[in-house]
């Protein structure tokens, strides 16, 4: 997930559960398990907008569409 830009901004853990919708243990996993990108300044831990918008798109699953044979004709 390479590719935070220095015009990102830097979120943090709160943040970032806050934007996908989970809980700061979440964040704080992936971060433990070096599953997403971060900086850490200090003591404090920041994740780039571009980081996790780039995990959601990585992970987001596309709809399986298949087409019904005889749907919509009449008989």
Not at 18 to 45: A, D, M, P, Q
């Amino acid at each position: 997930m390479k590719g935070a830009n220095s015009a990102d901004r830097l979120l943090t853990v709160d943040e970032a559960a806050g934007r996908l919708g989970t809980g700061v243990r979440f964040i704080r996993r992936l971060i433990s398990e070096r599953r997403i990108e971060y900086v850490k300044l200090g003591k404090h831990v920041r994740i780039a907008d571009s980081v996790l918008t780039a995990y959601v798109a990585v992970r987001t699953v596309a709809p399986v569409r298949t087409r019904r044979v005889g749907y919509g004709t009449a008989a």
